[in-house]
């Protein structure tokens, strides 16, 4: 904080040059350059500082303790350097539930999210702009939902005695009237979560693909329409390329949020620890720290989650911008 | 333009400094004035606050101190009080759930009140050994609950059922109620809670856990006796078809919400649930009784015997303030006043003693399984941490979605219980 301080002195020396021999003048111009940016840099440098990386460092130091109550309240950290990692990557849990629950599941909604994205957004292309605005409108409201609204509602559609589906499925004789319980298989209770969070993931994947296909140039698909490409060509060839960097921010925003789906797994019967076979890393994260108090072991998976998503960042980048483009 | 920007950026940078710290100030108390700062559990009933106006006020003219008293929610109120703990900004006196009272005093927060308690036959005893932790005692008992089974006795009436006397009566009056009421759930076995699962293991003769003299923990829950109750509970589901697919993952709250709905017959329920029940639906008002949860041969099987505390906490400036104010809300006065007024059973047995003879068929019951057959679970800090992993409810859960047979989960349950209560899970 002692830089944007030391640059007020300065400011009077850039008026006209008045009698008072103003201390700013020991400043020379070279330090003023230097500084100017970081004064300029460092009310948002704080704001980062104290809500970002304060938290996220705090969570890597505890990853290295064997932090419980007692220590929270002792205020004595208990390090035991490696020991939760270790434990983490030899539990079995990590591998046959937690991480194909995190990542397989975050395939499917990625997936499903980008592509039901897209093709909202190709309609509302070739919609006018009363109807656009309409459809947009629409697609808003499943937006704004509030994420524990939006679970609650689908946890009522799928109710094992009484849901809309049981309902539909009864009547037509699928399922008996003793109904089938979603929550308690894994792939089902996925599914839901998966629909669950396209569903509240699409419009804005729909809404920045729209306002990426606004710009690319007519001419372009005249001229494929003049060379004979047909509507599937003209999307893969001239279309995708243009916008290929939209593609990309959408699939890594989307990629980071569903990797860290929380309240729509919790929320979900079974879902907050009594069914281990369903939770995922920020669930798990969660229940290790705050139900089993071990902030410690709960922070590691934490930073776990972070390295995982930071790397398949870093992958998703380098495979969809060629080396050219990033510059 | 570049002067005003920079001052403009200065500006910025101060005014976040002042709001960081204005935060950081919030919580200072008025200098020479004696405040106490209370916390009481909210979710039982609506109108608390007059009590506690009532009790400030003559707190104050005893004393000249004022109370300050904040309600908070019972489902934040364990990550409210870890996170005041860590922050050190706990209140002086604080209703603690008794599962939690170990918990909080092993890790340092609540004041040790062996002497000023002294003579503790006058509380129930199963209240007094949940608040002892290595033979000092850090909460007062103030209310109790306990749970027992709640029926509708409309539907016992058409079909000319009695009140179930043992296990096989329960199962029996539950297959009638099943044949003769399509719309409705006989006996939910809920999967996520733990407290409906308990009574048949401990009828049955088994246990969660149990100290050795060497303090090491053995978890009885995969012994014969408690598979034999867990059997029981489940095969209700599973073999009778008593309860409903959806009850497997149901909590506690959705046996209520479905018993208010008027589609269960009879369920497992607490001591404090009829009031709201009948309050969200007054057409149940007289078609609604309990009795004690039978043993398997006759007589009661254990009941979790649950309720609160009264804690002075470590963090308060003046412990003998926050003291005082213990003692006058569980004077007899207070504590008569609170019982009455919430549905909850009193925590001194005198005083239960009345409500064991009492007429209301939804009182009685309640108060008779809580005297004859109330029961504690393993008093260790690390009890929170198995409840934490919900052990027991992974466990019923696994046997009726069928993923594990009762022999299996119970094997799974114990070996998570022992290692989380010895200390190296």
Sequence with gaps: ?327 | MGQKRILSATAASTALILALSACAGGDSSGGGERTLDVWIMEGTHPDASAFFDEVAADFEERTGATVNVEFIPWADAHDKFVTAIAGDTMPDVAEVGTTWTPEFAQAGALADITDRVGDTSAYVPGLIEAGTVEDRLYGVPWHAAVRAVLYRTDVFEEHGLEEPRDWEQLREAALTIKDAEEDMIAFPVPGGAEYSLLPFVWGAGGDIAEQGDDGTWTSGIDSPQAREGITFFTDLALKDGLSSTGAATWLETDVQDNFVDGKVAMAISGSWTPKAILEANPDLEGRVAAFPIPGPEGGHSPSFLGGSHLSVFNGSEDQDLAWEYVQLLTSDEYARRWTEETTYLPGKQEQLARYAESEDPLIRPFAVQMSQAGRGVPVTPAYGKVQGQKVLQTMVQSILSGDASVEEASATAAETIEKTLNGDG
């Design chain 1, 1 to 327: 904080m002692a830089r944007p301080v030391l640059t007020r002195p300065a400011a009077p020396a850039a008026g006209p040059g008045g009698p008072r021999p103003a201390p700013s003048r020991r400043l020379s111009a070279r330090t003023r350059r230097l500084v100017r940016p970081w004064a300029l840099l460092a009310p948002a440098l704080l704001a980062i500082g104290v809500l970002l990386m304060y938290p996220l460092a705090r969570v890597v130091w505890l990853s290295f303790q064997d932090y419980g109550l007692d220590n929270v309240v002792s205020g004595q950290p208990d390090y035991n350097g490696l020991d939760n990692y270790v434990e983490l990557l030899t539990d079995p849990y990590l591998w046959t539930v937690a991480l194909p629950n995190t990542a397989v599941f975050a395939v499917f909604a990625v997936g499903g999210t980008v592509v039901l994205g897209t093709l909202i957004a190709l309609l509302l292309r070739s919609l006018s702009p009363l109807w656009r605005t309409v459809v947009t409108g629409c697609i808003m409201v499943a937006w704004a939902m509030p994420a524990v609204t939006s679970t609650y509602v689908w946890i009522w559609i799928f109710d094992v005695d009484r849901g809309l589906v049981f309902q539909a499925l009864h009547a037509l004789g699928l399922i008996g009237p003793e109904g089938f319980n979603w929550f308690t298989e894994r792939l089902t209770f996925y599914a839901i979560v998966t629909l669950n969070i396209v569903h509240h993931g699409f419009p804005f994947v729909a809404v920045t693909v729209l306002a990426g296909l606004l710009t690319i140039p007519r001419e372009l698909h005249e001229a494929a329409l003049l060379d004979g490409a047909n509507a599937w060509q003209r999307f893969w060839r001239v279309t995708v390329p243009t916008i290929r960097p939209v593609f990309a921010v959408v699939t890594i925003l989307s990629t980071i949020w569903d990797f860290k789906v929380f309240a729509q797994v919790y929320l979900m019967p079974g879902g907050a620890g009594s069914n281990a076979e369903v939770l995922n890393f920020g669930v798990w994260s969660y229940v290790r720290s705050f139900s089993q108090q071990s902030y410690g072991l709960g922070s590691a998976i934490a930073v776990l989650l972070t390295l995982m998503l930071l790397a398949i960042t870093i992958v998703y980048l380098r495979a969809l911008f060629r080396d050219e483009e990033l510059r």
